[in-house]
């Protein structure tokens, strides 16, 4: 049985309910980022779907001694499957090995020898991001980047050079944030003030709000002056003045896929060193256009 069922009040519907003795522990170090915070949901709604519940497991400060202690109380909790949710660059990965009878898949990480890997396709987002504004005319793009302990925006980062190589053109030094709408804000009031800028690819949408406040407060308009573009589609992004060119990731995809893919592992007993993508899209609205010439 993959889970109880009721009828649904309505419409005497058949809704599946998680069943207490099968769950899915989920390790994760924060849900501060928006990206976390959405996989989780997308986990934890596939997961009800399949029948199983889930057990959140915070670590604070992710540690190698904290994940092992986390693995410990996996097996008091007795979780069918294990989903990490913790940035690549948080732990010290080769030293970290995980129960090899606790069936696991890693959530936005690099695929290691030994486990199966679910992310969003980062790369894919970044060269959509950095072409759109190529093909308006901009001679180059500028780059608000994520944290430097981040994989995802390492990736964003490096896909962001790469377009700009293809292209011919010449790569800027990146800015360096932290996620957050202050971070994009300091740092857009540094770019507001180089008449050269005109187009700016933000690692995510947070970012591009303050951003996009540093040029209203400088006198630059958008997209008149400054084209931007952000990566997440967060749910405010289409409010945003003017609203938000974006790219929108798959979050319920990939909470999909991370179930999918922990559950034919409990089904079948086998461990494999995959790597699934899930792909991302563009999402074109007011703040992008031609350069200012």
């Not at 996996?74 to 606790?102: C, K, M, S, T």
């Not at 990480?109 to 308006?136: C, F, I, K, M, W």
């Amino acid at each position: 049985m993959p889970g109880r069922t009721r009828g649904d009040l309505c419409g005497g519907t058949a809704v599946v309910l998680p069943d207490p003795a099968r769950s899915i522990g989920v390790l994760t170090s924060t849900l501060t980022t928006l990206g976390n915070s959405r996989t989780l949901d997308a986990i934890a709604r596939a997961a009800a779907a399949e029948g199983y519940a889930i057990k959140l497991m915070p670590l604070g400060k992710p540690t190698r001694e904290a994940v092992t202690d986390a693995f410990r109380e996996l097996r008091n909790h007795d979780v069918d499957g294990l989903a990490v949710l913790v940035e690549e660059y948080d732990l010290d990965w080769p030293g970290i090995v995980f129960p090899e009878d606790i069936p696991v898949v890693v959530v936005d990480s690099n695929a290691r020898a030994g486990y199966p890997t679910v992310d969003t396709d980062q790369a894919q987002g970044a060269v959509l991001a950095t072409e759109h504004l190529l093909n308006l005319g901009h001679e180059t793009v500028w780059h608000i980047a994520g944290p430097s302990d981040s994989f995802a925006a390492e990736h964003r980062e490096r896909a962001w050079r790469r377009t700009l190589a293809r292209f011919d053109r010449t790569v800027p030094v990146p800015v360096v944030g932290d996620w957050t709408a202050e971070s994009g804000y300091t740092l857009g009031r540094v770019l507001a003030h180089d008449p050269a800028v005109t187009a700016v690819f933000s690692a995510n949408d947070q970012m591009a709000l303050g951003l996009l406040r540093a040029l209203h407060e400088s006198g630059r308009s958008v997209p008149g002056e400054v084209s931007v573009v952000g990566f997440d589609d967060m749910a405010e992004a289409g409010s945003f003045w003017p609203p938000l060119t974006t790219v929108r990731q798959a979050f319920g995809e990939l909470g999909d896929q991370v179930v999918r893919t922990l559950v034919g592992e409990i089904r079948s007993g086998v461990r494999a060193a995959t790597l699934e993508r899930v792909p991302v899209s563009l999402v074109v609205r007011g703040s992008t256009g031609p350069p200012p010439w």
